[in-house]
């Protein structure tokens, strides 16, 4: 397959509940879906809930305690990448993954799917959780919403984690206006994930990813995907001065090293971490994704 400049998004369900509301029981008893508590240890609580943002509902992962650490996914996944994470770094950092407007269980308006308007939703659920100043993470197109949350939203940011992204436009297909109209898509949104792993890896490790392509529709991955072929920010990320990690994957050619290495070239100390695989480093290499992370947390000023 022709491969253009292509960044893929990465990207669970549970306790319902809303802002403004008493907080839901932290549990991960039987009602949750099994990932959950494949992912997740018996004993740490969590919990799903709804979040009303700007009166749109945003379906909210949350465990452990602490500062908040805030997690993005992107474009063909929702935030199932993220829970062998949300709260492995407490009692330190209070984890928050969060599926974006048309993704997994949140409300799904008619249009807004955009890298803009991803960004403002990311502020407004900050406002509605009272976070003033956050640990941001994000993948791939999540990197790409928090290159623009930082630029235009300094003040909120401590510190910026940047996942097998990118800082220019990038071409995920090459006819998006005929997604969910002549072409389903499903089938877009399956090839774009099978074909981020490199050659020969094995379906259980992307099966997970493939199960919620349900849970958004053709006008939230048209929209995001056009929104991301006509992003830029190169040249202005000079402007981001808190403490950035960029993690890229050697055998990733969408979100290239050249690109993570441009990237860190522009923000003034960030750092580069190069692992051996491909765009789905949380789904290849776990472990190390998680140590890798935790050191750079660490590192964080208090």
Known sequence: MLVFRIVLALGLVGVVGCAGTAPPVRTNSGAHPPQLSD????????????VNVDGLRLSVLEAGTGDPI???HGVVTTSNI??????????????????????GDSEKPPTGFT??????????????????????????MGGM?????????PERVRALVLVSTT????????????????????????????????????????????????TWNGTV???ALTSMSQFNVHGRLSAITVPTLIMVGAKDDVATPAIAMGIQGQIPGAQLVEFNTGHFMMAEDPDRFRTVLADFLRQLPR
Do not use: C, N
Request: no cysteine; proline share 7%.
């Open 39 to 50: 992912v997740i240890p018996p004993d740490q609580p969590f919990t799903r809930h709804l």
């Open 70 to 72: 805030v997690f993005v």
């Open 82 to 103: 993220f829970p062998k994470y949300v709260g492995a770094y407490a009692p330190e950092f209070r984890g928050i993954a969060v599926d974006l407007r048309g993704y």
């Open 115 to 140: 890298i803009e308007r991803f960004a403002r939703d990311l502020i407004g659920l900050a406002d509605a959780l009272d976070i003033k100043k956050a640990v941001w993470v994000g993948v791939s």
């Open 145 to 153: 919403i928090l290159q623009q949350l930082a630029l235009d939203h």
């Open 167 to 214: 800082d220019g436009a990038m071409i995920l297909d090459k006819d998006i206006p005929t997604i969910g109209q002549s072409r389903d898509y499903r089938e877009v949104s399956k090839r774009m994930i099978v074909d981020s792993f490199p050659a020969g890896t094995l379906a259980k490790t992307y099966q997970s990813l493939l199960e919620r392509i349900p």
């Open 221 to 223: 991955i048209r929209e």
